[in-house]
């Protein structure tokens, strides 16, 4: 499967973004589809993670409450929903998939297949 990001840019704080993932493949709702970030100089990290229906979605605690993941699987697209926008939240945001599930939705060694990333940058 490929994966397309979109929808980053720059944004003051307090402000939304709404990041798209654009997945090829007819088989896009069996995959587990999460988000990552990577911000200057840090490791990659988890954002949010959705089940392959939409009925779960899992956060990070530095974002719950003001992201939200969702899907769209006639689309084959996933999406992040940010609000509340922190300078802290600037990183290469990327989306992942996860064919089936391996019994982690944060961990990076679960997905498989990843996208390019999109930049976003917070200003304060």
């Known amino acids: 499967v490929q994966l397309v990001e979109s929808g980053g840019g720059l944004v003051q704080a307090g402000g939304s973004l709404r990041l798209s993932c654009a997945a090829s493949?007819?088989?896009?709702?069996?995959?587990?589809m999460g988000w990552f970030r990577q911000g200057p100089g840090k490791e990659r990290e988890f954002v949010a993670a959705?089940?392959?229906?939409?009925?779960?979605?899992y956060y990070s605690d530095s974002v719950k409450g003001r992201f939200a993941i969702s899907r769209d699987n006639a689309k084959n697209t996933v999406y992040l929903q940010m609000n509340g926008l922190k300078p802290e939240d600037t990183a290469v945001y990327y989306c992942?998939?996860?064919?089936?599930?391996?019994?982690?939705?944060?961990?990076?060694?679960?997905?498989?297949?990843w996208g390019q990333g999109t930049q976003v940058t917070v200003s304060s």
């Open positions: 992942a998939a996860q064919p089936g599930y391996k019994g982690s939705y944060s961990s990076l060694q679960g997905y498989d297949y």
């Open positions: 493949g007819r088989t896009f709702s069996s995959y587990f």
């Open positions: 959705i089940t392959w229906s939409g009925g779960l979605s």
